[in-house]
């Protein structure tokens, strides 16, 4: 198996990413040159991380027949000062709600997803700290 994009440049700072045919205008700020048409580039490796797990997450609680609940994904990450200005550490907040929530549950699927499944989660890993939060109904059942 093999995945596949082609970008293109648009002009100046801007890129048209082709993705499973869908298409996404990266570029910068128009402090930094560009023109502000789309995402920077390394927010959306968060935006990976948090979509490939929240999509694992979100399959393995189904499995486990939970249901009725609302998941969000809050992510942030520390970059250094000096170049290339990679992410130090990030950190993923998960913010579940609900009634009657499996703490348990949810807390495995966290896991395993981390663990065991999420391929950008596992490439990530071997080059920043990602750290994990959990929280039910505003209430902190985990914190890794």
């Given at each position: 198996?093999?995945?596949k994009l082609s970008n293109n440049w648009i002009d100046n700072l801007a890129f048209d990413a082709e993705i499973d045919?869908?298409?996404l205008t990266l570029d910068v700020s128009e402090a930094a040159g560009g023109n502000n048409r789309g995402p920077r580039p390394k927010p959306l490796l968060l935006a990976a991380l948090?979509?490939?797990t929240g999509m694992d997450v979100v399959s393995i609680l189904k499995k486990m027949r939970v249901e009725n609940y609302k998941l969000t994904i809050d992510m942030d990450a520390d970059v250094v000062d000096e170049h290339p200005k990679v992410y130090s550490e990030i950190r993923m907040q998960f913010i579940f709600t609900g009634e009657d929530l499996p703490k348990?549950?949810?807390i495995s699927a966290v896991q395993l997803s981390?663990?065991?499944y999420c391929a950008v989660s596992a490439m990530l890993k071997k080059a920043v700290?990602?750290?994990t939060l959990i929280l039910i109904n505003e209430q902190e059942v985990y914190n890794d």
């Open positions: 198996m093999q995945n045919g869908f298409h948090s979509g490939c348990d549950k949810i981390a663990d065991k700290n990602i750290k």
